[in-house]
């Protein structure tokens, strides 16, 4: 799960790592009288979307180009006025695809005086199973070409989460950084207080970039990206009740209330499997007949009729231009996708090719139902007849 960066910016605060004074706002009535709230020199306003890159990113109003996604501003009704435009506004980064993102909330804050950017975060290391906190001189927008091409000038300690932190580590990075100073025990606490956010939250990335030294000598996060363990979230409540519901796939949203695995991709061919393994199976199989998946639907190991009906509806309604029912029977009965099967095609009018091929636990009784049913149904004998049929028969359509 993702946040935004203001969310992110207040679990920050929680956790001792200091960030600019902000605003959140959302619409009109948030702009009333916001301008004679606002004090100081310098303001940034900042669209808040689920994607990075916002600073080289580009907004659009009705097609025409109105900044960036983020903007430095002397004044606070400048601030104002940025704000008014961004809300609304579709917001292209090399992040979000082109389609972009509509801007729904801004973050108005207080700008800072910067002398250099570092890059700091914190991130699970599944090979050695350490939580790896990595630092850059070479923060801000660059930071994917200074990955790309100088990958030497990102240094990683490593942190055993049974060890916890130590300060050595954050001393090994901040002279690393140049820091000196005041600036490295700033640094050693603020590193090792990102690390305590990222164990007590269960985050899966937990980056500061830019992380600023100001010419005042502080270390400030002015931006905040936080993201976080799905499967933890029942032990999270906190977290998850950050959720932005708006940011996320409608049809993603919609399938994890009923439990299903979900993923939009970007071909025509909707994939209805149970295990993410044979989900896997499914899309390689479907790439190699020359196919392109237009999604991961996983039912899981518990398919009821119910959920097999609601994954056809989500596809439909996805617009998908073929769908294969690629299910192995273990645990789950072919017989219940069968009847999920014919129970939603007698909702939703199917008009697309399917292609079925149910395997394993009463396997017979689930074909004798698709064929009392007379569903105009591709029967596959097998995984890969069952690709090449449906990537035969979407091509044909
Ligand atoms: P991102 O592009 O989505 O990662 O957005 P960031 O929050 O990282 O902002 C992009 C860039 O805007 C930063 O790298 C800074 O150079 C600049 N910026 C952001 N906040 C401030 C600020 O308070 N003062 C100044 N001078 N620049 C800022
Ligand atoms: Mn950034």
Partial sequence: MKVHEFQAKMLFRDHGIPCPDGAVVEGEADLEGLAARLSGDVFVVKAQIHAGGRGKGKACRDGVEVGRGVHVVRSPEEAVRIARTLLGATLVTIQTGSRGRLVRKVLVENGVDIDKEFYLAAILDRETATVALMASAEGGTEIEEVARRTPERIHTVRV???????????????????????AVGQFVRLAGNLVKLFMAKDCSLAEVNPLVLTRQGNLVAIDGKLNFDD???????????LQDVGEEEPSEVEADRAKLTYIKLDGNIG?????????????????ECGGEPANFLDVGGTATAENVAKSFEIMLRDKVQGIFVNVFGGIVRCDVVAQGLVDALSKVKLDVPLV???????????LAI???????????ADMKDGATKIVAACRRG
């Fill in 370 to 380: 698709l064929a009392g049913s007379g569903l105009p149904l591709i029967a596959a």
């Fill in 356 to 366: 079925v091929r149910l395997e394993g636990n009463r396997k017979a009784e689930a």
């Fill in 231 to 241: 499967n933890a979230l029942f032990r999270q409540a906190a977290v998850a009740g």
């Fill in 160 to 182: 055993n989460p049974l060890l916890g932190y130590r300060e050595f580590q954050g001393r090994v990075l901040a002279l690393k950084l140049g820091l000196s100073g005041e």
């Fill in 271 to 287: 994939c209805l499997v149970n295990g993410a393994g044979l989900a896997m199976a499914t899309m390689d199989i479907i790439k």
